[in-house]
């Protein structure tokens, strides 16, 4: 069935490092990848997505990048700063059946 | 706020109890979608309307779960005979289906969380 795989589960950096998290989906009808940001005890919201007829996308500091023969994507932190300290989900999701998978999330920590 | 709304916000019932949540979608979206989501991992898709019609449903959605969108507007999820299992938050989101953009951004409202005790 249809699955998003996600690592790390955790992730600690320092504030101005950069930081990776890395997907994998199962269905190769897939072709839409969204990135959640989900602050404790709130809503999950959308901070970057990305199509499949596209490679990369960037939003200043943040970066979304998509290899479809690999079934992978990534999203890339850089100058990572203490206010980015949140959990991420990863999702997939395709045209025609329009409901998102998630992946199990990362606990991103950024230290001052 | 003009965003997905959904009440209650916090629910508490002991087991075997019926419990009805409400969404309220962003009002010019024509989908809108439930998720549940345990301690620890991501949203689990539940099911999805487009306007009142229910276009698809999870298999992993006991017959205990019914939901509805009567006017496609608002939404009721409602669980009959709760068990300890089905304590988790519930989340509702919202898109406006637009076909020339192929997919839309799904809004979140702050979810139910549901306590069965």
């Known amino acids: 069935g249809e699955n998003v795989e996600q690592h790390p589960s955790t992730l600690s950096v320092q504030e101005g490092d950069s930081a990776v998290i890395k997907c994998t989906y199962s269905?190769?009808?897939?072709?839409?990848f969204p990135w959640y940001k989900q602050e404790l005890g709130k809503r999950p919201q959308l901070i970057i997505d990305?199509?499949?007829?596209?490679g990369e996308k960037k939003d200043q500091r943040i970066a979304v990048t998509l290899n479809k023969t690999a079934k992978h994507f990534s999203l890339h932190i850089t100058e990572t700063q203490p206010e980015d300290s949140a959990v991420y989900f990863c999702?997939?999701?395709?045209?025609?059946?329009?409901?998102?998978?998630f992946g199990t999330g990362t606990r991103l920590q950024v230290f001052p | 706020d003009t965003g997905v709304s959904q009440d209650p916000r916090h629910k508490i019932t002991k087991r075997g109890q019926n419990v009805t949540f409400r969404c309220d979608p962003i009002?010019?979206?024509?989908?809108l979608y439930w998720y549940r989501q345990t301690l620890g991992q991501g949203p689990e898709f539940l099911t999805y309307?487009?306007?009142?019609?229910?276009?698809?449903k999870s298999r992993l959605l006991s017959d205990r779960f019914s939901a509805e969108r009567p006017k496609g507007s608002f939404s009721t999820l409602e669980i009959q005979r709760t068990e300890q299992g089905d304590s988790a938050m519930y989340l509702c989101?919202?898109?406006?289906?637009?076909?020339?953009?192929?997919?839309?951004?799904?809004?979140f409202g702050p979810g139910t969380r549901l306590t069965v005790l």
């Open positions: 989101a919202s898109s406006l289906a637009d076909t020339s953009r192929g997919y839309n951004e799904q809004f």
């Open positions: 269905d190769s009808a897939s072709n839409y």
């Open positions: 990305i199509r499949s007829n596209v």
């Open positions: 999702a997939a999701a395709s045209y025609n059946t329009d409901k998102l998978i």
């Open positions: 009002s010019e979206h024509n989908r």
């Open positions: 309307f487009q306007n009142e019609a229910q276009l698809e």
